[in-house]
């Protein structure tokens, strides 16, 4: 049971990590949008994983409060400030480092090998888009 609520977390996390990438690639120039946008699609493709893992056959699950709240102070401040490139990237930067963390924690848990290699090469694919997000960023 604690294994299969330790995937749930960090489902929620992948989602919330999915939320960002597809957010801010509306506020970016096209170029860096595009990148995004697949970094996104990514995530999404790891969340439907997961969710057959823990067995979800309903409807995908919808991310955090926190979430939501960071997407609308996000609007605010475009609003009020206007679209900037470095923010944007920034805030999937940050992202992006939280779902590692998630990753990193999850993975401490003892699993059996072939979820274990699953998580490690995401959690290794998420290492390669930090990379990515920092060339987009600087």
């Given at each position: 049971m604690k294994?299969?609520?330790a995937l749930r977390r960090l489902i929620s996390t992948c989602v919330d990590d999915e939320r960002t990438l597809q957010h801010e690639s509306k506020i970016v120039d096209e170029g860096r949008a595009g990148?995004?946008?697949?970094?996104?699609?990514?995530?999404g493709k790891f969340v439907d994983e997961l969710e057959q893992l823990v067995g979800h056959t309903q409807r995908r699950a919808s991310?955090?409060?926190?979430?939501?709240?960071?997407?609308?102070?996000r609007r605010v401040q475009v609003v009020a400030a206007g679209r900037n490139n470095g923010d944007a990237v920034a805030?999937?930067?940050?992202?992006?480092?939280r779902t590692a963390?998630?990753?990193d924690q999850t993975m401490r848990k003892p699993w059996p090998d072939a979820i274990r290699n699953m998580l490690e090469g995401q959690r290794r694919r998420v290492?390669?888009?930090?990379?990515?997000?920092?060339q987009l960023q600087f």
């Open positions: 294994n299969a609520n990148t995004l946008r697949r970094l996104a699609r990514g995530r991310g955090s409060w926190a979430e939501l709240l960071r997407e609308a102070g805030m999937c930067r940050h992202s992006c480092a963390a998630r990753f290492q390669d888009e930090s990379a990515e997000l920092d």
